[in-house]
């Protein structure tokens, strides 16, 4: 089996490239996996296939480059119209629990056509969403629109210019045929570019089909791809799996301590959407929030804030102790035993989690050294934000870029309290307060994918204007640039208005 970090298997050394080869290096290991994993599919025939947005940048980190080819041939491989060589396309089989309910999935839109090979070895997922049915569908049309496609577009990639691990965008593509919702829009299929789409929906299912021989060889395919250092340690079976679990915990403590960190709200945290690289993975009905609360949802169908913004972390411990339940054949003789191990697991999830919060949160206020009562300082300053209603990522900006005196547009004394206590605890820090707000800049963004941004960016798009898309996706490659010019991208949207998002779209 080939692994992540093993030497490339066929070095496209330059002499034998002629100028225009894209630079295709595909694997299919997934599908070298017991069939139980996978079915093989193709895509829909879409009548007027026609590329929107292509990645170069992407493109150039992976490997290719497609300046030789025409929009035309670029639309039918972005498509599923046409395959790029050593293509094997395959729709991939999870279960999940949505919204806390067990069902049976499987991309029901979605084709893996395989695993690119970058020239630095590296592996990465290439799938196309919205690429028509396959035997995972259901009820559904397999198909997606162009709206939601170019919104996972550019919140995946403001994800990857802060720095957040996430799946990556590579190409959209409208299809030509229309998708039926509450109105015919406009069919559409994204590339989309994982480290892989093992999810601990994947496990779930596996464990369900009660086939142990299967569940081993995943679990071994996940660890020689996603944590060979594992795999090179040499450990007993059990202690192997074990600790594989408790990676995949540890990923995700500091995957959500990031989203906590710029206030984003995934807004369907269903174990499906639980990538086991520890990637950002499934851009639905999510969103950055403006003003901080902690209850914040966007999602139209999240009613009970199951996945709110403060629940995050909660879920993700939820999420994890199913993964663990789908691992307990690999974990111990005796599932009792088992079940022992996994929960001090999740118990150090916790734990994990609240060093990484906290961790975070202090380098936003400009604290290295750890000190006691630090996170009831943070604590102080987020009731604050909560009360007062302020913008979550502009209130950070502030305090990393206002003066030391003057330092605040907010002048209630509760605030001005705050901030006494803060510059106090910085001046127990070994450095300035300049040297400390430079530090501070370097963590909180000054550009976040504003909602009413991202709303403006589709709804001209829809009417082939792409001018405010491409402005937006210019301005989320650097977050952390305080420029002028960009200043209209750092405004919150109508104070009061309720953003609603939508999944399944
Ligand atoms: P999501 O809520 O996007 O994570 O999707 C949950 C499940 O529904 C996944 O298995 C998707 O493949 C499937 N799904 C979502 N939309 C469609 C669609 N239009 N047609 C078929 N399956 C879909
Ligand atoms: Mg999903």
Redesign the pocket.
């Known amino acids: 089996m080939d692994r992540e970090n093993s030497p490339a298997r066929s070095d496209s050394s330059p002499e034998n490239e002629t100028p225009h080869e894209v630079g295709w290096r595909f694997d299919n290991s997934y599908a070298r996996l017991p069939e139980l994993l996978y079915s093989r599919a193709t895509a829909l025939r879409f009548p007027g296939p026609r590329l929107i947005r292509l990645n170069s940048s992407l493109a150039d980190d992976l490997g290719l480059d497609f300046r030789g080819m025409d929009e035309t041939s670029l639309a039918r491989i972005f498509s599923g119209q046409e395959l790029p060589p050593g293509a094997e396309p395959i729709?991939q089989a999870?279960a999940?629990h949505?919204f806390g309910g067990f069902?049976m999935?499987?991309?029901?839109?979605?084709l893996l056509l395989g695993e690119q090979l970058a020239r630095d070895g590296r592996r990465f997922d290439i799938q196309l969403k919205?690429s028509g049915?396959?035997p995972?569908?259901?009820?559904?049309?397999?198909?997606?629109a162009l709206g939601p496609m170019l919104r996972e577009y550019i919140i995946s990639e403001a994800m990857h210019g802060l720095g957040i691990p996430t799946t990556r965008s590579l190409a959209v593509v409208t299809t030509g045929a229309p998708?039926y919702r509450e109105r015919t829009l406009r069919g559409a299929v994204l590339t989309r570019v994982a480290a892989s789409h093992i999810r601990v929906g994947t496990f779930q299912f596996v464990a369900a089909r009660r086939d142990e021989s299967a569940l081993r060889q995943l679990a071994d395919y996940t660890i020689a791809r996603h944590f060979p250092e594992i795999e090179q340690a040499g450990l007993p079976v059990e202690a192997k799996y074990l600790e594989f679990f408790n990676e995949v915990c540890r990923r995700q403590a500091r995957l959500v301590s990031r989203w906590q960190m710029v206030g984003f709200v995934h807004g369907?945290m269903?174990t499906?959407?639980v990538s086991l690289a520890g990637e950002t993975i499934?851009y639905?009905p999510c969103a950055f929030m403006d003003s901080y609360h902690a209850h914040t949802v966007f999602s139209s169908i999240d009613e009970q804030g199951r996945y709110s913004y403060g629940n995050q972390p909660a879920i993700a411990q939820w999420n994890l102790a199913r993964f663990a339940e789908s691992l307990i054949p690999l974990l111990a003789a005796q599932p009792e035993a088992a079940v022992e191990i996994a929960k001090e697991s999740l118990h150090q999830f916790a734990a994990d989690y609240q060093e990484e919060w906290l961790a975070g949160m202090r380098a936003k206020l400009g604290l290295t050294t750890p000190r006691e009562g630090d996170r009831e300082l943070v604590s102080l300053l987020l009731e604050w934000m909560q009360d007062s209603a302020v913008d979550f990522t502009n209130t950070f900006d502030d305090l990393s870029t206002r003066g030391e005196f003057v330092a605040s547009p907010y002048h209630d004394s509760r605030f001005q309290g705050w901030l006494t206590s803060w510059r106090k605890r910085i001046g127990l820090e070994q450095r300035v307060f300049e040297e400390a707000q430079a530090m501070m800049r370097q963590v909180n963004p000054a550009l976040i994918p504003r909602n009413h941004r991202v709303e403006e960016a589709l709804a001209a798009a829809e009417s082939d204007d792409l001018r405010p898309f491409n402005e937006l996706l210019v301005a989320l490659r650097l977050p952390f640039e305080r420029t002028e010019s960009l200043a209209r991208f750092r405004e919150p949207g109508p104070a009061g208005a309720c953003y609603r998002t939508f999944?399944?779209?």
């Open positions: 729709a999870y999940g949505q069902t999935l499987g991309d029901g839109r979605a919205g049915p396959t995972y569908s259901r009820r559904g049309d397999g198909l997606a998708v369907v269903n499906d959407n499934d639905g999944c399944g779209t």
